[in-house]
């Protein structure tokens, strides 16, 4: 009986002796021990992982770096310490240019591989001031919900600003590019205003912008504003009634980084928002 | 043992259509005839396809692998230059060509490092384990509705965005929803009923009230007190016990082992801190309304 665990153990011992040709399987049997001992454990493991140590240095940039770096050695290389250039040269010099612009743009593609976490921290912009403010004439539990989703966002999400929209009443909080010295009912006009000339309130899809070219035309946004998600608000329709799906409002979030929704983020932005679906 | 019963209802509730865990497909919309608000429709920027991003997240593997192929390509294309171009392969920086030819090389290296960094990366897929049990909509019938929207709204929330596949909520001593998959008592296809009192005598509820701090146990299975959370699911993979302020507790059960993120442990313990504050509001409503129901 108590031979089978002791085979099992021996088992695992032999493939992690035999290192020579099977570093990578070794590598792989030492993280799944990991796994069963460690409960709280994240979908992404990382065995090999290169680090000078130094923190706030991202390292998954280095390839960009060592990229520009190696490049301007060959080009100086090519200027300065050759007198003729053979044809055989000048093919190393080509090879090694386009290996250079590769590895440049290789943290950009890593960028989108699966369990790549978002490498910078949002940073806050420099002008611009908090603002919270929210519609006059709503009832309590409206209040109460806004508020809550608001700093949920704002907590939870790369996100340095919100507007929240329902049925016409509003909650801004976070950073916004404000008229300056606007009362808070003339701050709420004036984002009626904007919304109007956008035409928000007739978003029946939610849109993403992930980097800043299209979004950064709104005028209210924040100065740095890199990603734009609006999620609009749709009441669920009555499965027995034949009625159209109304559009109850939207959520609007930014945020000072490129790509900062993944999936995952807008799955939770969009529950949030489906609670105000039916709210009164 | 609380005077009197409380009655559960099965929640006379048709489960709205689930909304799709992958969030760009939406449902079709039907052309509104004109109302009395302008409707010219949005007039802002689209966004623009991003071919990039959609490639490199439809071919995964093929991209990780990606740099290692190229790296490897470039070593043997020095290499064959150098024996074409007639010139012996050694390594020193004495001529330019050998100062452009180091250089190649350690891009190369650099490439094929990177390529294994993101293979060693690579998220491991875990297989999701379907629940054993039956399909539960429990709910305490003298909830105030924006209570039972709320819970429900939470239910929906995490059904659709995590791999949760059951959730129980107790609070002040009162069991007031189980809904999703649950164990099944013996084979009557009836829900094992959660036991409120016994429940707050376990260990794990204790620990988790004096904690006062999500507790998630990423692999049930590992975990001894399993046994205290006999309505569950006998296969729940994963369970995250949410304490609701001081006075409940919501537990989380899902189908994947490890199955919840970070994201999404920090996006509970807001919601339970939501609840929390709307279940306070009507807890002193609820034992009087026990009282009355006998």
């Known amino acids: 009986m108590s031979i089978l665990p002791y085979n099992s153990l021996m088992q695992l011992k032999i493939p992690s002796h035999s290192c020579a040709k099977t570093t990578r399987k070794s590598f792989s049997i030492c993280a799944r021990l990991d796994n069963s001992q460690q409960e709280e454990q994240q979908l992404n493991l990382s065995v090999l992982r290169f680090t000078f140590g130094i923190p706030g240095f991202d390292e998954s940039y280095l390839p960009r770096w060592i990229g520009y770096g190696f490049g301007s050695l060959i080009v100086l290389n090519h200027f300065a310490f050759s007198n003729s250039v053979t044809s055989a040269q000048l093919r190393s010099e080509v090879l090694g240019l386009s290996l250079a612009a590769f590895s440049v743009t290789l943290p950009y593609l890593g960028k989108f591989l699966k369990g790549a976490s978002p490498v910078s921290q949002k940073s806050l912009p420099e002008s611009g001031e908090q603002i919270f403010v929210m519609s006059q004439n709503i009832s309590d539990a409206l209040k109460e919900n806004l508020a809550w989703a608001t700093y949920v966002l704002l907590r939870n999400t790369n996100s340095i600003s919100v507007l929240i929209s329902i049925r016409g009443e509003l909650c801004v909080r976070g950073y916004w590019q404000t008229p300056d010295g606007a009362s808070k009912t003339q701050l709420l006009e004036w984002f009626e205003r904007q919304i109007e000339n956008i035409g928000l309130s007739d978003l029946k899809d939610s849109l993403y912008f992930p980097q800043s070219a299209d979004a950064g035309q709104w005028e209210m946004l924040p100065k740095g504003t890199c990603s734009v998600f609006v999620q609009p608000v749709i009441q669920a329709p009555n499965p027995s009634a034949v009625e159209v799906e109304k559009i109850e409002g939207f959520v609007l979030l930014a945020s000072s980084m490129t790509y900062a929704y993944s999936h995952k983020d807008r799955a939770w932005i969009k529950a949030v928002s489906n609670k105000f679906r039916d709210l009164r | ?294």
């Open chain 2, 1 to 294: 043992m609380e005077a009197g019963t409380i009655f559960y209802s099965a929640i006379p509730w048709k489960p709205k259509r689930p909304f799709p865990r992958n969030p760009s497909s939406f449902p079709r919309f039907i052309r509104a005839s004109a109302s009395s608000q302008s409707q010219r429709g949005y007039r802002g920027p689209k966004p623009s396809k991003d071919l990039v991003a959609d490639w490199v997240m439809s071919n995964d593997d093929a991209v990780r692998s990606l740099p290692i192929y190229v790296g490897g390509a470039s070593l043997l294309a020095v290499l064959f230059n150098r024996t074409v171009s007639g010139i012996a392969p050694v390594a020193d920086a004495s001529s330019s060509q050998s100062r452009a030819d180091l250089l190649a090389i350690s891009l190369a290296v650099t490439s094929i490092l990177t390529g294994l960094v993101w293979l060693s990366i690579r998220p491991k897929s875990i297989t999701v384990v379907n629940p054993k049990g039956v399909e539960c909509q429990m709910i305490c019938s003298y909830l105030p509705d924006s209570v039972v929207s709320e819970l429900l709204w939470a239910w929906e929330s995490l059904s659709a965005v995590t791999c949760c596949r059951s959730l129980v909520v107790v609070y002040d001593g009162i069991y007031l929803l189980q809904i999703g998959m649950a164990a099944e008592s013996g084979n009557s296809g009836e829900a094992v009923i959660v036991d409120a009192s016994k429940l707050k005598q376990g260990s794990v509820y204790l620990g988790v009230m004096r904690s006062k701090a999500q507790r998630y146990l990423a692999n049930l299975l590992l975990y001894p007190g399993r046994s205290e959370l006999p309505f569950l699911p006998s296969n729940t993979q994963a369970v995250i016990l949410q304490p609701l302020g001081d006075k409940g507790i919501a537990i989380i059960g899902g189908d994947t082992i490890r199955g919840f993120t970070t994201s999404d442990q920090s996006w509970i313990a807001f919601i339970g801190e939501k609840l929390d504050a709307t279940l306070a509001k009507y807890s002193n409503i609820v034992p009087s309304m026990v009282q009355e129901g006998i």
